[in-house]
């Protein structure tokens, strides 16, 4: 991998676009790789050579490889310089500001280069919903049947950070955001597609881009590679190269419950005639093999969970993983937290934190999921997706207590009075401003014996610096932690 880097990077000047997590760990390896004629950093935020502090613990090596040298440009222009590069290294989260056409430099990833170098080891995994779990319990699977594995991408983890952590034989297990497909020109051996729901419209404008950004996982698949994908956002028609393993639950309904629009595809396929993995309640069918999800002994709640099981179950057949390695993988499997995650019961009622909702979507997994759910807290930032779905839902629904904060907590209440005059009792629908006021209500109204759950359908930026720290707080609100 250093040898490719060093080949993509020799004699180029290179600019470094973000200086986050991945930023700072892209320039590590090109600092180790050498070659640049010239590196530079780029971003909104002011940064100077002391920043660059976390390299001094670094070899020898690339102590000397002249990092003191390296040029920073900073503030609100700084991708005007993009065009002095001869090649851009892009941050996920770095919104270009015009099309990536119109850029004389060649606009690179850490994603492209790693796709580049191991594409035929790599597993990647994407998805609206569902693609973190997907992508940790078929890891921990691998990992606990003896597979050599890696874990990196979406998840938090670099994929530079585990360059030096690849074996001869090792899978790489890569969890992709739509930002990181967005630019590929490499799709992977083996690609997952688990669904593709209504999102990130404030960055795309429209679903058709965000579903072409998810199209990346299998738009340059060739003979011989495999897609694990729903029918319902299959590929169309001769628009892949790759064979497909399609995976669905038997009584899933409609397409409308899987992508969240009827018109994703122009080329969607009838769910019930394609399936080859098939979910009947927790029972999972591929081929001539049966396997039952231990329910009890796993901490997955829910048939959306039972969905992502069965994909990567899928996966570990196809691996050579039997069914006694599979189920001890799962049973001893610790699910991420603020999904649908059991925090604790406080005068008689149980919260959970489904923070990573950001969807209608997934709320209505997880009022249909707890089955007791007495009060949900909704609302976050609002990025003009439609909620009729959900309102609808609402409105047949036995929750007695719907608390709705936030820019779309307020919208969904005025749509709800404005839009539904025969909406069941409206006198659940309670409005507050912000999560504190939430959690102070419910403890007041939840009843006992019921459970409250913060499953907010919307984005917490702007709010919260991210869905973790949203969950974080709605726990410490709710056991009044210091």
């Given at each position: ?278 979910l009947k309640g927790a029972h999972i069918f591929y081929g001539q093999r049966d396997f039952e999800i231990p329910v009890e002994k796993t901490g997955l709640l829910g048939a959306h969970n039972y969905l992502d099981i ?173």
């Amino acid at each position: 991998m250093i040898d490719h880097i060093r080949k993509r990077i020799e004699n180029k000047k290179v600019l470094i676009l973000g200086f986050g997590r991945e930023g700072r760990s892209t320039l590590k390896l090109f600092l180790e790789a050498g070659g640049a004629k010239e590196l530079a950093v780029g971003d909104l935020k002011e940064f100077s050579q002391k920043d660059l502090s976390y390299l001094n613990e670094e070899t020898a090596e690339v102590q000397a490889a002249g990092f003191e040298e390296i040029n920073f440009i900073c503030g609100p222009d700084y991708q005007k310089a993009m065009d002095d590069y001869d090649l851009v290294m892009k941050s996920p989260g770095i919104v270009l500001k015009k099309p990536v056409e119109e850029y004389k430099a060649e606009i690179l990833s850490q994603m492209q280069l790693i796709f580049e170098a191991y594409r035929d080891r790599i597993i990647g995994i994407t998805g609206t919903k569902g693609k973190s779990t997907t992508t940790t319990l078929l890891y921990h699977i691998l990992k606990k049947s003896g597979v050599p594995a890696q874990l990196a991408g979406n998840i938090g983890i670099p994929v530079f950070d585990i360059v030096h952590k690849i074996e001869k034989d090792s899978l790489l297990i890569l969890e992709l955001s739509c930002h990181q497909l967005e630019y590929m020109t490499v799709s992977p051996r083996r690609g997952v597609l688990l669904n593709i729901y209504e999102e990130h419209l404030d960055h795309y404008g429209t679903m058709e881009k965000y579903v072409a950004s998810k199209e990346k996982i299998y738009e340059n698949q060739m003979p011989g590679d495999l897609l694990y994908v729903h029918p319902s956002v299959a590929p169309g028609e001769n628009s892949h190269r790759g064979a497909c393993i399609f995976v669905e639950a038997e009584d899933e309904g409609d397409k409308e419950s899987v992508c969240g629009k009827e018109d994703v595809s122009d080329n969607t396929v009838d769910i019930k005639s394609k399936a080859d993995v098939i979910l009947k309640g927790a029972h999972i069918f591929y081929g001539q093999r049966d396997f039952e999800i231990p329910v009890e002994k796993t901490g997955l709640l829910g048939a959306h969970n039972y969905l992502d099981i069965a994909f990567v179950y899928a996966i570990c057949c196809d691996l050579g993983i039997n069914d006694r390695l599979f189920g001890a993988g799962l049973v001893s499997y610790v699910p991420l937290p603020h999904r649908l995650q059991y925090i604790g019961t406080v005068d008689g009622v149980a919260y959970y934190d489904d923070s990573i909702s950001t969807i209608d979507e997934t709320t209505i997994q997880a009022l249909n999921t707890i089955g007791n759910a007495d009060t949900v807290l909704i609302g976050g930032m609002d990025r003009d997706i439609s909620y009729v779905n959900l309102e609808e839902y609402l409105a047949s629904s036995k929750v007695a207590h719907i608390i709705l904060m936030e820019a779309t907590g307020k919208r969904i209440y005025r749509e709800i009075m404005e839009n539904m005059p025969d909406f069941a009792g409206k006198d659940r629908l309670y409005v507050v401003e912000h999560l504190q006021d939430a959690v102070a209500l419910a403890k007041e109204i939840t009843r006992k014996g019921g459970s409250c759950i913060l499953s907010p359908a919307a984005a917490s930026y702007g709010i919260f610096k991210d869905f973790e720290k949203r969950g974080e707080c709605f726990k410490r609100l709710v056991l009044e932690e210091e």
